[in-house]
């Protein structure tokens, strides 16, 4: 394998990977001028991964994130991207450091001048208090030294000597330790107190949608991948790269909801040996739907970790949240996606049904009342009453009917006529971030008309108009895509407008047009696997329903 090196020179203190600790005066045997240092004299502890990882933020601050990206998918699907550095697990610490270490073999090398002086191989074995470094059967059980200063070197089996150097390979990333201290030896034995790192950085990723997640695996990998580390005993360590290293990261499935309507999966931890190039960082989908749409082969480029490199022992979480490609009408007038609005710092009030037309993210209420009439007496309201399929299925004239005198038998414009509460409630409709948008850009909301219904689920749930001919009659079903609806409110704060149980009201919803003196049209937005979408008329004063109200944008 050809091989370039990526060599780095520092001093072991200097090196996260490889600082340690002292060691503690004990009572010592000497003989010959020499100072037997005994198996037993070793103490071994693992520092958890993040433990004493340095990045550009305060350590006190935990799971701080380093800045959101914006990603912007080829197939209508959008991610925003975080990292955050994970802290280490608090409760590592105890008493007995010795008793915290896994079972597991250890190779120790005393160092002097560069030149190995003496070595130990054994287990760290047992339970509790007992547990201890225990040399290998027909091994050396101590060091004898010269007084002197000797650095000690400690790896577990993951690290491979070769010749006078310890080498690391990618394969071994994530279970490799070593751990490095200097200590002075002059008439006295000393307690050597090994705090063993990790070798690697680890990475982890969450993903977020608002889609259930079901075989979703991607191929992960540093734009400059590190294969192999080696320490010299010199102090020298290097890096060896072929640039080719990936890693094979899996979303376990999830298909419950959560009370923010999202979805959320955390991958396996993937390791990456120090000094691997990391912005970017290469995702690359390998299987997965969301959305309705194919994610295999499409990939991300992260750039916002803190470092250029990563170092040993630091742990990551990747945060990706993947939004469905929609158009938004933002407070300001101005359109574009969810993503497009929050790197513009814009806030989406409703979702666009046409090149002019949208509706609005939430219900219209009073307090925690949904439900209103359509009026509140029994008598012919609109000047343009139709019963006939093709006129109400097609009429897009809600504005008019909401606030055209004309428009209105009584004179008076609907939206300002308390006999009329579900105009009323349209027309003084509150959206979920105040409108600042220029006068005359935006109309006033209003109650939309069974046309502009139509629109709404032909453009947010591909319904297909040409499916309704007549009015509907039992048994009729009608093809639409209601979780599609239902994602473009609730990923950007709104509510669902689908019917969940009736209970509420839920998924009934009036329009401005008039049926008879008795009744109007209304819509039932129900799931596509029960009764599909409905189109029907219902009496005006006694049969309360939802409200939605929509709005046009002038220019």
Not at 424 to 453: D, M
Not at 530 to 554: E, G
Request: proline share 4%; net charge neutral.
């Amino acid at each position: 394998m050809k091989k370039s090196r990526d060599i780095i020179i520092a001093t072991i203190t200097a090196l996260i990977l490889l600082t340690g600790c002292g060691g503690n005066e004990i009572e010592h045997k000497q003989g010959n001028d020499k100072i037997e240092m005994s198996a037993s004299q070793f103490i071994i502890d693992e520092t958890p991964y993040a433990e004493d990882t340095e990045v550009t933020r305060s350590r006190n601050v935990a799971n701080a994130p380093f800045g959101k990206e914006i990603i912007k998918l080829d197939n209508g699907i959008e991610a925003e991207v975080t990292v955050e550095r994970e802290v280490a697990d608090n409760t590592h610490h105890s008493t007995t450091r010795a008793t915290e270490m896994t079972n597991q073999h250890y190779t120790i090398y005393a160092l002097k001048n560069g030149n190995r002086v003496g070595t130990l191989r054994g287990t760290v074995s047992g339970a509790g208090s007992s547990k201890k470094f225990i040399p290998d059967a027909g091994t050396s059980s101590m060091l004898l030294l010269e007084p002197g200063t000797y650095t000690f070197v400690c790896h577990n089996d993951q690290v491979t000597p070769t010749g006078n150097q310890l080498y690391v390979y990618n394969q071994d990333a994530e279970k490799a330790l070593m751990g490095v201290t200097t200590t002075n030896v002059s008439g006295k034995e000393y307690k050597v107190n090994f705090q063993m790192k990790h070798l690697a950085a680890r990475i982890r990723y969450e993903l977020t949608t608002y889609w259930d997640i079901n075989n979703i695996r991607a191929e992960v990998g540093p734009q400059g991948a590190i294969d192999l580390s080696i320490y010299n005993n010199d102090g020298t360590f290097n890096s060896e790269s072929t640039g080719g290293v990936s890693h094979e990261i899996t979303f376990p499935t999830v298909t419950t909801e959560a009370a923010d309507y999202t979805y959320t999966s955390t991958s396996n931890y993937h390791y990456c040996l120090p000094n691997s190039i990391v912005n970017p960082m290469v995702i690359r989908f390998k299987t997965g739907m969301l959305y309705r749409k194919t994610i295999a082969s499409y990939s991300m480029n992260l750039m916002n970790f803190p470092r250029q490199k990563l170092a040993a022992n630091e742990s990551y979480k990747v945060k990706i949240k993947l939004y469905y490609s929609f158009q938004y009408l933002f407070s300001d007038g101005t359109t574009g996606t969810i993503m497009q609005g929050k790197s513009a710092g814009k806030t989406p009030i409703a979702a666009m049904i046409s090149s002019n037309k949208a509706i609005g993210l939430t219900d219209a209420k009073v307090g925690d009342s949904r439900l209103f009439n359509w009026s509140n007496n029994l008598a012919k309201h609109n000047t343009i009453t139709s019963q006939i399929f093709s006129v109400i299925y097609n009429s897009v004239d809600g504005y008019n009917q909401t606030w055209s005198t004309t428009h209105s038998a009584t004179g008076v414009a609907h939206a300002n006529d308390p006999n009329f509460p579900a105009f009323v409630r349209a027309a003084n409709y509150v959206p979920l971030t105040p409108i600042t948008a220029p006068a005359g850009k935006l109309s006033n909301w209003y109650l939309p008309a069974l046309g502009e219904w139509k629109l709404a689920a032909q453009t947010m749930g591909k319904y297909n108009p040409a499916q309704l001919t007549a009015w509907p009659t039992a048994g009729t079903h009608l093809n639409w895509d209601d979780r599609l609806v239902k994602v473009i409110f609730v990923q950007a704060g709104g509510e669902s407008p689908i019917w969940v149980d009736g209970t509420r009201g839920d998924g009934w919803y009036w329009s401005s047009d008039e049926f008879s003196a008795g009744s109007a049209y209304h819509m039932v937005l129900y799931p596509e696997a029960t009764y599909s979408l409905w189109f029907a008329a219902n009496p005006k004063n006694s049969n309360p329903m939802r409200v939605r109200a929509f709005i046009i944008k002038n220019s």
